[in-house]
């Protein structure tokens, strides 16, 4: 594979579930990012990694927890959601976090539904 | 902080003709201006990007210009094909990623 890749697609859960979100990158970049995708609102950074150390917390929820354990995998543990969590979470890399904002590489998105 | 605004939210076009999308920014720090397409099921995709010692850059049927004193910028594409139809994201940047706002989006129709 190639690219950016996530897992799941697609993802329903209730509020009382835990589930993770999976993102791996083929292009051996150093940073990944974690951003939120809500309808008719802009897309919203979320967490930063430099070389699997956190670098940036958005002003997340705490029911929101990033991790990563190299520099090709990132994952975002979910925990007692809302349903104003639902939307489409994107993973993106890039090859210096301290880089200017461009050339992220954006993968599919994991679209999320908290019932 | 840097507000960004999009619009059209919506925009249908006859294939073969032109689409226009606009954004204007309030931060006169902000010196990068990337362009996004997002297609049904993808992630959004870097299509062109310009900085601010520019006024115009064209790629192919796509083309950015940039008024750094009005504070707008716009996306052009010329001769629309169904496979343009995508949701277009414009940004604003005047440093690294966490100096970075989106716009909300265009969802452009190319009507064959």
């Known amino acids: 594979e190639t690219g950016v890749t996530q897992t799941p697609r697609h993802l329903v859960m209730g509020m009382t579930n835990k589930k993770s979100l999976k993102c791996e990158q083929h292009?051996?970049?150093?940073?990944m990012y974690w951003y939120k995708q809500s309808a008719k609102k802009p897309l919203e950074l979320m967490f930063v990694?430099?070389?699997?150390?956190?670098?940036e917390n958005n002003s997340v929820p705490s029911r929101f927890s990033p991790e990563c354990p190299n520099s090709s995998h990132l994952f975002l543990h979910l925990h007692t959601l809302q349903p104003e969590d639902s939307a489409l979470y994107l993973c993106?890399?890039?090859?210096?976090?301290?880089?200017?904002?461009?050339?992220?590489?954006f993968g599919p998105g994991t679209r999320l539904t908290v019932t | 902080g840097e507000n960004v605004e999009q619009h059209p939210s919506t925009l249908s076009v006859q294939e073969g003709d032109s689409a226009v999308i606009k954004c204007t920014y309030s931060?006169?720090?902000?010196?990068?201006f990337p362009w996004y397409k997002q297609e049904l099921g993808k992630g959004p995709q870097l299509i062109i990007d310009?900085?601010?010692?520019?006024g115009e850059k064209k790629d192919q049927r796509i083309a950015v210009t940039l008024n750094k004193t009005a504070k707008h910028f716009s996306l052009h594409i010329t001769e629309t094909q169904p496979e343009d139809s995508a949701v277009y994201f414009c940004?604003?940047?005047?440093?690294?990623?966490?100096?970075?706002?989106f716009g909300t989006g265009t969802k452009l129709q190319v009507i064959p």
């Open positions: 993106a890399s890039s090859q210096d976090w301290t880089a200017r904002f461009d050339e992220q590489y």
């Open positions: 292009l051996g970049h150093n940073a």
């Open positions: 990694y430099s070389l699997e150390e956190r670098v």
């Open positions: 931060d006169s720090a902000s010196n990068y």
């Open positions: 310009i900085r601010s010692n520019v």
């Open positions: 940004a604003a940047s005047s440093g690294g990623y966490q100096k970075v706002t």
